[in-house]
């Protein structure tokens, strides 16, 4: 199961991370594609970093596409980011991320002949795309199998902030391991969230590994053995730390783990992916093509917009089965699934 596409005609693809090509032979760029990211940058193996490879494999596919960069380093850089994007002459801005909300609307409604794009959130503006996903539904999948897998009877998930685009991911692995305990009859806890921000575990940061280390081995020490960060670079403190054992293991998201955060491949069961590096190249090459100036796209199970990657090799081939089957009872809502931090427009897109 590898996520990938999209709906409202906004379908797409991926590839790998870096500067555009510099080759002085390659075909004079006439269109300029830049994105400003979220705190903790390309170097995240998560959002930033997926959204990065998508600009990359735009860039790859049409030559006349130059692709760039502007590093947010905290929040109020995120405004003056994409004020400097407009200035360099950039065709197309996308802002990464729902904190980016705000800044991107400022900007695009001061720049009317400009081309916006936002990831995970929705802005109703004449210049903007908006790209949202509903990541509840590969997490509800995850928290299933790490349910059936832990042998602690223990699981716990940490975020980097109590902001929706990473609560629907802890809020949805949490509903899969309450529907594994209805289905077979057990009762296996989740560390780190209640369905309650206020009392879920984070790290406040998404940059310090060592801040996630700190909360990954707090979920260890109250028993969890599977782990499910969801805070970018600093999630990583939780494969450092399952690495120290051979029965405990983590669950990555955003991409897949195994590509962005390869030292830790062993320690990923699975990653539970938005397919934002198809979402981000569809984008730009609309705009390159001079498509539709706003509108709006979910990325859903049913059009590949997100989903489960592959998975570890301890997985055994009987759970990857039924998770095939959860697969498609999420699609057709025989198994329902609700959450508040769900994208409002899932329904419309369905």
């Excluded at 950039?90 to 900007?107: H, K, P």
Aim: glycine share 10%.
């Amino acid at each position: 199961m590898a996520a990938v596409g999209i709906i409202g005609g906004l379908a797409l693809v991926a590839t790998a991370c870096g500067e555009a090509p510099e080759d002085s032979e390659v075909q004079a760029t006439d269109f300029k594609a830049c994105m400003v990211t979220d705190v903790g940058g390309i170097e995240d193996a998560s959002f930033n970093a997926s959204s990065w490879k998508g600009m990359n494999s735009a860039a790859e596919e049409e030559p006349g596409i130059e692709v760039s960069y502007k590093k947010s380093e905290k929040d109020t850089d995120y405004e003056p980011n994409m004020k400097n994007s407009v200035k360099d002459g950039c065709d197309l801005t996308i802002g990464v991320g729902g904190l980016m909300a705000e800044a991107t609307a400022a900007v695009a409604e001061d720049n009317p002949d400009k081309r916006f794009a936002i990831i995970d959130a929705e802005l109703d503006i004449d210049n903007v795309v908006s790209m949202e996903f509903n990541a509840a539904a590969p997490s509800f999948m995850a928290g299933y199998l790490a349910a059936d897998m832990s042998k602690s009877g223990k699981v716990g998930t940490f975020g980097g902030e109590n902001i929706a685009p990473v609560m629907i991911f802890m809020d949805g692995f949490a509903k899969g391991v309450d529907y594994y305990n209805e289905k077979e009859d057990k009762d296996v806890e989740v560390l780190g969230w209640s369905g309650n921000p206020d009392s879920g575990a984070f790290t406040k940061d998404f940059q310090s590994t060592s801040k996630g280390t700190e909360q990954a081995k707090t979920l260890i020490s109250k028993g969890a053995d599977i782990l499910f960060p969801v805070a970018g670079q600093a999630g990583l403190g939780a494969p450092m730390e399952t690495a120290k054992e051979d029965d405990q293991y983590s669950i990555w998201v955003d991409i897949d783990g195994c590509e962005s955060a390869e030292k830790y491949c062993d320690e990923f069961l699975t990653t539970s992916e938005k397919n934002i590096p198809a979402q981000v190249k569809k984008v730009i090459l609309d705009a390159y093509a001079d498509g539709a100036k706003n509108g709006s796209s979910i990325g859903l199970l049913e059009n590949d917009g997100v989903g489960l990657s592959g998975f570890h090799d301890d997985v055994p081939k009987d759970l990857r089965e039924d998770l095939k089957k959860i697969e498609q009872g999420l699609i057709s809502g025989e198994i329902p699934l609700e959450s508040e931090f769900i994208p409002k427009a899932v329904d419309d897109a369905k």
